[in-house]
């Protein structure tokens, strides 16, 4: 079956930190980029960064917003792609999405969504 | 990065025909993607690179682009189509949503 699987999720104090995976199978996942997208209750997708492939030397790129404090990673023995976050701040708190899709193009895959709540 | 403007909500009876407009200054340099959200659930891609539909979609999903201006619509909407509707772009590398359309079929 073709599908994402995040996990990973949890409650965080603000300043601290978590990592994201996103599992993937029934496509070759070496072969795709990735991509975080957020959305905070009640609001819209907001797209957080993404990361290319071995082709293109896993280049990543991130919104402004995340700049400097999350980054994105891969593994493709484990299939799995990484969003590590840190120095989170309260307006981080979302269900954190990963997708699949070509380079400038649109997200034909999505996950299930992971929720990351940043409170004290 | 660019910004993608829709409207934040469109009304329509079922039957008819429902338009979403999604706008922004570079859209006539790129591909525009579209998404359905129905509630507590993820994106489905419903429209890629301005008029191509997934396999699956149903034919009433279609879409266009023409200047600055891209277009969502559903001919012969159903009430399962309510549902928020986003469209997403790319500039200079990054990716961008609109901040998205809640359709209401009633």
């Known amino acids: 079956e073709v599908q994402l699987v995040e996990s990973g999720g949890d409650l965080v104090q603000p300043g601290g930190s978590l990592k994201l995976s996103c599992a993937a199978s029934?496509?070759?996942?070496?072969?795709?980029?990735m991509h975080w997208v957020r959305q905070a209750s009640g609001k819209g997708l907001e797209w957080v960064g993404h990361?290319?492939?071995?082709?293109?030397?896993?280049?990543?790129a991130h919104a402004a917003s995340v700049k400097g404090r999350f980054t994105i990673s891969r593994d493709d023995s484990k299939s799995t792609a990484y969003l590590q976050m840190s120095s989170l701040k309260t307006e981080d708190t979302a269900v954190y999405y990963c997708?699949?899709?070509?380079?400038?193009?649109?997200?034909?895959?999505w996950g299930q969504g992971t929720m990351v709540t940043v409170s004290s | 990065s660019s910004e993608l403007t829709q409207p934040p909500s469109v009304s329509v009876s079922p039957g008819q025909t429902a338009t979403i407009t999604c706008s922004g200054h570079?859209?006539?340099?790129?591909?525009v993607g579209w998404y359905q959200q129905k509630p507590g659930q993820s994106p489905v891609l419903v429209v890629y690179?301005?008029?191509k539909r997934p396999s699956g979609v149903p034919e009433r999903f279609s879409g266009s682009s023409s200047g600055n201006t891209a277009t969502l619509t559903i001919s012969g909407t159903q009430t399962m189509d309510e549902a928020d509707y986003y469209c997403?772009?790319?500039?200079?590398?990054?990716?961008?949503f609109g901040g998205g359309t809640k359709l209401t079929v009633l």
């Open positions: 029934g496509f070759t996942f070496s072969e795709s980029p």
């Open positions: 990361i290319r492939t071995e082709a293109n030397d896993y280049a990543t």
């Open positions: 690179r301005d008029d």
């Open positions: 997403q772009a790319w500039d200079t590398g990054l990716v961008v």
């Open positions: 570079k859209l006539g340099d790129t591909y």
């Open positions: 997708a699949s899709g070509g380079w400038y193009d649109a997200f034909d895959l």
